[in-house]
């Protein structure tokens, strides 16, 4: 049947429909990137605050990514166990108990706790928001790579608006604000979800106690003490590294890979990466683009506001162009990935990415307004098209039967790039954020960039024997997808 048949035979109420569905869950998906966003222009001022480093206040943004880079796989697994519209719902109720205790932090180390809550609530609100996607799409006859791929876009234009959001907030309300906040947008999300979101299909009972004895709690434990032993050992790169700090990631990370290879249900499950050389291109991808796009997220607010003496609203409103448009160049990218292919629309975005990133070098010389304006717009542009190809790649790669599972998973992958560009932040601007410095942190982000470009031009599109169980089709190929 063609494209115009489908059209033509599809409800328009169903379509319509599934959109405010999608916008619905996205209520809730974009909680945890605008936390993201908004601790982005926060951080100049929680150090002043609390009376700590750079390295110090690192902590605040990397212990949410790395609460959420362990449980993302987990939620994923409960979404698929208990059903994705229960786990969503329980999950955003917990970014209100964050959200509400957050404001009253005395200390930088509560502030933390606070945001590692508000990371096991937001944790499950992606993994279980793409396990819904395949009724909705059975439904309206719609995309769920394309619906995947918006709410993952709407995500990243929330990371970047959320700038704006904070420096409003903390010039109103100061630093509290930006906990409070989560309050009334999990409520819209909760409430929108519950009239809009499909009723979960029955599944077998199977007690809470049964899955978390199953959750290889052993195999998250050497994954977390392999990243925060990687992460204290980098951030004191500079000035007085721990050297047994190698030895204990290294020890905790064989560690972690024997316990993964015996255990019946493991955390993350590498036989089945193994077995799965698209999904591990993708997530690989995303690691590092992730790394490049947060690096520059992260370092021009606290650059812009130390060095240049912006205030946090204006800096706010100077990185509003990372996701200016968005909206405006998704369905190019959609017809790029339509005609010619994930892979092409994947290095198209990654060369340019890396073009753009050598603009920051330029902020080193003049952070005049219209420069930084120019210089985030060069930026996010490319992005969006990194973004929707790699997205659209996870649910092509993904098994039918491990959506949600593996969206946890590239979630995770987000989050370990996220907790890279906070080393990267952490150490260029170790000693100062001075001009000097934040040359040091481009001149780093360029070179990442490149590494990504590298990455994905020398992966080869797959062959036929690679195809795992239940793929549709070929993720990070040279296939269009109106083709697949």
């Known amino acids: 049947m063609t494209r115009e048949a489908n059209r033509a035979t599809r409800p328009s109420g169903a379509t319509r429909h599934s959109a405010w569905t999608i916008a619905a869950l996205c209520t809730g998906t974009a909680l945890s990137a605008l936390n993201s966003g908004m601790v982005a222009v926060a951080l100049s001022t929680l150090r002043r605050e609390f009376s700590v480093d750079v390295a110090t206040v690192t902590w605040v943004i990397s212990l949410f990514y790395l609460a959420s880079a362990v449980l993302q796989p987990l939620m994923g697994r409960l979404a698929d166990q208990y059903g994705p519209r229960r786990v969503f719902i329980a999950g955003t109720v917990l970014v209100i108990v964050a959200g509400a205790l957050g404001p009253f932090s005395p200390t930088i180390e509560w502030v933390a706790a606070a945001r590692v809550l508000l990371a096991i609530g937001t944790a499950t609100t992606f993994p279980s928001a793409a396990a819904m996607l395949r009724s909705i799409a059975a439904v309206s006859g719609g995309s769920a790579p394309k619906m995947i791929g918006r709410i993952q876009l709407v995500d990243t234009s929330t990371a970047a608006i959320g700038p704006v959001v904070g420096g409003v907030l903390l010039v109103l309300a100061g630093w509290q604000a930006i906990f409070w906040i989560n309050v009334p947008l999990a409520l819209v999300a909760i409430v929108s979800t519950l009239i809009l979101a499909p009723r979960d299909e029955p599944r077998p009972r199977t007690p809470l106690r049964k899955t978390l004895a199953e959750s290889d709690i052993p195999g998250i434990l050497a994954f977390s003490v392999t990243v925060v032993a990687l992460l204290m050992f ?170 949600g599972e593996a969206a946890g998973l590239f979630q995770t992958a987000r989050s370990l790039g996220c907790i890279g560009s906070t080393v990267v932040v952490g150490v260029a601007f170790a000693s100062g954020t001075g001009p000097s410095d934040w040359m040091l942190l481009a001149l780093v982000t360029v070179a990442l960039a490149i590494i990504v470009v590298t990455v994905v031009a020398l992966w080869r599109p797959r062959s036929t024997a690679d195809v795992p169980p239940g793929d549709p089709g070929p993720p990070i190929s040279d296939t269009p997808a109106s083709a697949r």
């Open 234 to 403: 980098l951030l004191d790169l500079t000035s007085d590294p721990n050297w047994l700090l190698i030895a204990v990631a290294a020890a905790s990370g064989a560690l972690f890979a024997w316990r993964e290879l015996r255990c019946k249900v493991p955390f993350i499950d590498l036989r089945l990466l193994a077995a799965n050389a698209p999904l591990v291109r993708v997530y690989v991808s995303f690691i590092l683009a992730t790394l490049v796009f947060y690096s520059a997220l992260f370092g021009i607010p606290q650059y812009l506001e130390d060095h240049a003496g912006y205030s946090t609203d204006l800096v706010g409103v100077l990185l509003v162009p990372l996701a200016a448009f968005n909206a405006v160049l998704a369905p190019f990218a959609e017809r790029l990935i339509d005609k010619r292919g994930l892979r092409t629309a994947v290095i198209v975005g990654t060369t340019a990415l890396a073009v753009a990133t050598t603009a920051l070098l330029l902020l080193g010389v003049s952070t005049a307004p219209w420069l930084v304006l120019l210089v985030t717009a060069a930026i996010g542009v490319p992005y969006v098209l990194v973004l929707i190809s790699l997205t659209q790649s996870l649910y092509v790669a993904a098994p039918a039967d491990q959506v």
